[in-house]
């Protein structure tokens, strides 16, 4: 049993949060266990965001590359076409509790605090940060509720949550400094387990009840492991939306974990939980215990780079796509044009490293116009291969089943 893992690591701190041995802030069991029953409830019935006068979102989001949930933007995937491995910043999707908040990096500063430190607490700059050595990689941020929208549209089942179809996934080369390397500099004790970002964007209220700053707990052995302070995202400064100046990159973990606008991280000698750890982020439903299941890692996808319920043109053409998992590479891809009678095998193109995606392309050469159904099912290394069905949870997490992506056919004039 390793605490890099995110399951484990969840059902550890679960335990000891239920005993009263971990810090939940504030939350109480009683609180938790009425989520059980009420989880339905819960992110649907957020209030709508006081709306700061610039809008939630900073950039420009034009309709040809994002679909609108109320504080988020969705990636269109046939935004995606013609695009490198990487997702460019100005079609990333974005996803916020609130609103961008506008931070200047120079008054702007890192506290660490907290019972694991050898000072009570600790603070950089942003110069500061950027004179220690810096770190490259690319990583998947993917929101534990993409492709949520198909357990109604797909499966006729209630969820509650941002219906995202499947735009809120992208993978960009992040550069910053090392949380191991901060945490050095800091005064790392030994006996230190958990550390706690937080960002700078509004308290987050919902239900009526004020959640605090988004945060969520992630154990020492992580942070030293491969945790990531990014300031760069795909060669530039990292864009508002996106958690300027500094943002936390947690390779293998679900999206929430990847706290933007980062102003403070706790670390703390006994365990640490958020709201973001007992309350969401957990599958809660039938089949579940009353106190749910902590979530596991991201599920294998894919999606084709192709817009919904596009039209295209009878003849030869290529179609293209991408899929994923946390677990690992992908190892084949499948791709079904039939309603799912015949499967042909597409071609990877490109790498397709662990902690990215695969991009990958197959022919076609409908002759008949008309209305058909597209669906592509990725096997990773580990043989994990895309249900026909995703297992239902009140939230909507991890909807890994084969989409039935429609398209219209037209005959060339
Ligand atoms: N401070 C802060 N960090 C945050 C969030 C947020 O609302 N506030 N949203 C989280 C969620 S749920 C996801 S999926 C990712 C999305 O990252 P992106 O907006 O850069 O795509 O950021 C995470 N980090
Ligand atoms: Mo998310």
Known sequence: MSLLDETTYDRIRFDQWLAGEADGRGLSRRHLLQLGAAALAGAAALPAPAAAAAGPIVKPLPPELFYLHGTNAETRWEAMADQGYLTPADRFFVRN????????????????????????????????LRRLPSTTYDAVVE???NGRGFYTTQQGQTVSGTPWKLGAVGVARWRGVRLSTVLHHAGLRHDAIDILPEG?????????????????????????HDVLLAYEMNGEPLPPDHGFPVRVVVPGWIGISAIKWLGRIEVSATPLFSPWNTQFYRLFGPGYPAEGE???????KSAFEIGWAATLSTGHQVLRG???????????VEVSTDGGATWQPATKVGPGPA????RWAVPWNPVTPGEYIL?????????????????????????????AHPVTVVAVS
Do not use: M
């Not at 209220?205 to 030293?224: C, D, I, S």
């Not at 991408?322 to 084949?332: F, V």
């Not at 994990?384 to 939230?395: E, S």
């Open 97 to 128: 509790h609130t609103s961008t908040p506008t931070i200047d990096a120079d008054s702007w500063r890192l506290e660490l605090f907290g019972s694991g430190l050898h000072k009570q607490s600790v603070t950089f700059t942003y110069r500061q």
């Open 143 to 145: 929101c534990a509720g």
């Open 200 to 224: 700078l964007d509004d308290q987050w209220t919902t239900g009526g009840v004020n959640l605090g700053h988004v945060r969520r707990a992630l154990p020492v052995v992580k942070g030293l």
């Open 294 to 300: 902590p979530i596991n890692r991201q599920v294998v």
């Open 322 to 332: 991408r899929s994923w998992s946390a677990n690992g590479p992908i190892r084949t």
């Open 355 to 358: 902690g990215g995606w695969q």
């Open 375 to 403: 669906r592509a099912r990725a096997t990773d290394v580990h043989g994990v291969t895309q249900p026909d069905q995703a297992a239902y949870n009140t939230l909507g997490y991890l909807f890994d089943a084969v989409v």
